[in-house]
C-alpha cells in the first residue's frame, strides 16, 4: 500500500528534551514537507525539502531541524528551543509543485504534548 | 499579503441541510486553490481549482472559484454526520513557482447533528 506513514502517533516530552517525528513515504515523490497545526490556526509550514539532500526553512522553523538524507524519509527534530511545542504535527508529501498539477498527501500525523 | 482566510471558523447544522464555506485569498498572481477534508487526522484532497466559474463536483460536494472576488466557496448539499470534519482550503505560496510552498487558511469546523 502506497502511502504517508508517521510515527509515533503520540510524543510526550520533557522539558530541555529533544524529540525526533518521522516521517515516511512510499510514493516515490521528491518533495515532503512539515506542518504544525495548532486549534483556529489551520496549518503552518516548518520545514520543506524538494529533493534529498536539500531543504528549506518555512515560516516557523525556529527550535526545529529537519534532514533529508533519503527520498523516503524526512524526520523533524523538535529542540528544547521550542518553548511551546505542544501541537500535531502533519507530514506531507507531493511529486512536483503542490497547487500546480499536483496536491499534497499528507501522513496521520504525531501529536505532541509537553510534560 | 500573501493571506488565505476561510469563514466562518465552525459551523453547527443538522443533517440534511446545506452549507457554504467560504475561501478569500489576497494575491492576484493566482495559480490554484485547493480544498481538503481533515476528520480526525490526515487532511484528505477534496479539489483543485484553476478556472474561474468552473464548478466541481464529487457527489455532494462541489466547488467554485471567483477569480474577480479572489474566493472560493466550498457547498455540502443533503449533509451527513459522517461531513462533519475541519475543512482547509490552500493556495499555493507567492513566488512559490519553484517550492510548491502551500498557504493554507485556519480551517472552517464544521459538526452536523442526527
Known amino acids: 500500500d502506497g502511502g504517508i506513514t508517521q510515527s509515533p502517533k503520540y510524543l510526550f516530552r520533557k522539558e530541555g528534551q529533544n524529540v525526533t517525528l518521522s516521517c515516511e513515504q512510499n510514493?516515490?515523490?521528491?518533495?515532503m514537507y512539515w506542518y504544525r497545526q495548532d486549534p483556529g490556526q489551520g496549518l503552518r509550514l516548518i520545514y520543506y525539502s524538494q529533493i534529498v539532500n536539500d531543504f528549506q526553512k518555512g515560516d516557523i522553523a525556529e527550535g526545529y531541524s529537519v534532514s533529508r538524507e533519503k527520498k523516503e524519509s524526512f524526520p523533524l527534530t523538535v529542540t528544547s528551543a521550542q518553548k511551546n511545542p505542544t501541537a500535531f504535527y502533519l507530514c506531507a508529501s507531493s511529486s512536483g509543485l503542490a497547487g500546480f498539477k499536483e496536491t499534497q498527501y499528507f501522513g496521520p500525523g504525531t501529536r505532541l504534548l509537553v510534560l | 499579503e500573501d493571506k488565505v482566510v476561510q469563514s466562518p471558523l465552525s459551523l453547527v447544522v443538522h443533517e440534511g441541510d446545506t452549507v457554504t464555506l467560504n475561501c478569500s485569498y489576497e494575491v492576484t498572481n493566482f495559480r490554484s486553490l485547493l480544498w481538503y477534508k481533515q476528520e480526525k487526522k490526515a487532511p484528505t484532497f477534496l479539489f483543485m481549482l484553476?478556472?474561474?466559474?468552473i464548478e466541481k463536483k464529487s457527489g455532494r460536494l462541489s466547488s467554485i472559484l471567483d477569480k474577480k472576488e479572489l474566493s472560493s466557496i466550498l457547498n455540502i448539499t443533503a449533509t451527513q454526520t459522517g461531513d462533519s470534519a475541519i475543512y482547509l482550503c490552500a493556495r499555493p505560496a507567492h513566488g512559490s513557482s519553484n517550492t510548491g510552498k502551500l498557504i493554507f487558511g485556519q480551517g472552517t469546523t464544521l459538526q452536523v447533528k442526527p
Open positions: 510514493l516515490n515523490h521528491d518533495a
Open positions: 484553476t478556472s474561474s466559474g
